[in-house]
């Protein structure tokens, strides 16, 4: 089991699927993108001008960079996290769920 989806699922996803699949994407993109690490195309992912470091104040990027350097997730594991939020994603748009 990813450690990295057991937070998303404590997270809103019950109510409100698709804003918070996006931003936990976002963290995990962010976070590929500061250890240099690529982000997957299809995410569609730029990263923010000035952007260096996480953001301290955004609780989903703080616990993503914490994990990594914990040693509770690798980047394998932000990578599969992150694919599966994409998919998922992506059958919230097919069902109309998105905004």
Same mark, same amino acid.
Do not use: C
């Given at each position: *089991?990813?450690?990295?989806?057991? =937070?998303?699922?404590? %997270? !809103?996803?019950? /109510? !409100?699927?698709?804003?918070?699949?996006?931003? +936990?994407? &976002?963290?995990?993109?962010?976070? @590929? +993108? +500061? =250890? &240099?690490?690529?982000?997957? @195309? =299809? +995410?569609? /992912?730029?990263?923010? *001008?000035?952007? &260096?470091?996480? !953001?301290?104040? %955004? /609780?989903?990027?703080?616990?993503?960079? @914490? *994990?990594?350097?914990?040693?509770?997730? @690798? *980047?394998?594991?932000?990578?599969?996290? &992150?694919?599966?939020?994409?998919?998922?994603? !992506?059958?919230?748009?097919? %069902?109309?769920?998105?905004?």
């Amino acid at each position: *089991m990813n450690a990295l989806l057991d =937070e998303v699922r404590l %997270d !809103d996803i019950e /109510y !409100d699927p698709f804003g918070t699949s996006m931003l +936990w994407l &976002g963290a995990i993109a962010d976070e @590929s +993108w +500061w =250890e &240099g690490e690529p982000v997957p @195309s =299809e +995410w569609g /992912y730029r990263p923010a *001008m000035g952007q &260096g470091a996480p !953001d301290p104040d %955004d /609780y989903r990027a703080s616990r993503v960079h @914490s *994990m990594l350097l914990d040693g509770e997730v @690798s *980047m394998a594991d932000l990578l599969a996290a &992150g694919r599966v939020l994409d998919r998922y994603i !992506d059958v919230l748009k097919a %069902d109309g769920r998105s905004y």
